[in-house]
């Protein structure tokens, strides 16, 4: 199967600082990829979808100043948590299609932030 | 929105016991797909089934594509300590006329397995 990789799987920050999640397909290109939010003992949830080249497209109720995504490669995808406070901890998992009609998405190892 | 319905919600099983899941929904999906996620890790796909009433297996692992397109199962035989995590189902749908691509993937909302010695 195709490879999503995310760094850093776990993060600690103070609560007002920003913490920078990246999200690589490392062999395969990825126009689109997605980020999820995953509080415990539930399912996946799509915060937004991040689109090469132009602006992402988040999901309702997901502030797009708070969670900022960038995707300026084909391989590349990061999301920025901006002033991070703890309602922020969670895991967030990126996704991305290996092919955009197929339905396969391949997920990253998920990054654990803890604001303190 | 579109919802999974998966059951059952957990299990616990003996170890080389064979297990049953399944994932319904009121839409049709032109894909499923089957996760298995561990503690602290992303979802890794186990199984994906691209047409009605297609039966696939992986290994140990066998799933089948409803006729209606509505559902899916996903069977473990021999189940041993390792299958111990969270499986979820997600359904895709192949739709042009939705703006947002990512709301085309829609994921159960998991069964917890767990396999006693």
């Known amino acids: 199967g195709a490879v999503v990789s995310q760094h850093p799987s776990w993060v600690i920050c103070k609560s007002g600082t920003s913490v920078k999640i990246e999200c690589r397909s490392l062999?395969?290109?990825?126009?689109?990829m997605f980020w999820y939010r995953q509080f415990p003992k539930q399912s996946l949830m799509l915060m937004a979808t991040?689109?090469?080249?132009?602006?992402?497209?988040?999901e309702q109720g997901v502030e797009k100043d708070k969670f900022l995504i960038n995707h300026a490669s084909l391989t590349l995808s990061t999301l920025t948590v901006t002033s991070a406070h703890p309602e922020d901890s969670s895991f967030y998992i990126c996704?991305?299609?290996?092919?955009?009609?197929?339905?396969?998405?391949?997920f990253g190892e998920g990054s654990r932030l803890t604001v303190l | 929105g579109q919802q999974l319905n998966q059951s059952p919600q957990s299990m616990f099983i003996q170890e080389g016991e064979d297990v049953s899941m399944n994932c319904t929904s009121s839409?049709?999906?032109?894909?499923w797909l089957w996760y298995k996620q561990d503690p602290g890790e992303g979802p890794v796909l186990l199984i994906a089934?691209?047409?009605?009433?297609e039966l696939t297996s992986n290994g140990r692992l066998t799933a089948q594509f409803g006729i209606t397109r509505k559902d899916s199962f996903l069977n473990i035989s021999a189940s041993i300590p390792s299958d111990v995590g969270i499986y979820f189902c997600?359904?895709?749908?192949?739709?042009?006329?939705?703006?947002?691509?990512?709301?085309?993937?829609?994921f159960g909302p998991g069964t917890r397995l767990s396999v006693l010695p």
């Open positions: 996704s991305a299609p290996l092919r955009r009609n197929t339905g396969e998405l391949f």
């Open positions: 062999d395969f290109q990825a126009t689109t």
């Open positions: 991040s689109n090469e080249g132009s602006k992402a497209t988040y």
């Open positions: 839409s049709i999906f032109n894909t």
């Open positions: 089934l691209y047409k009605a009433g």
């Open positions: 997600a359904g895709h749908q192949l739709s042009i006329l939705r703006d947002n691509y990512g709301q085309n993937f829609v």
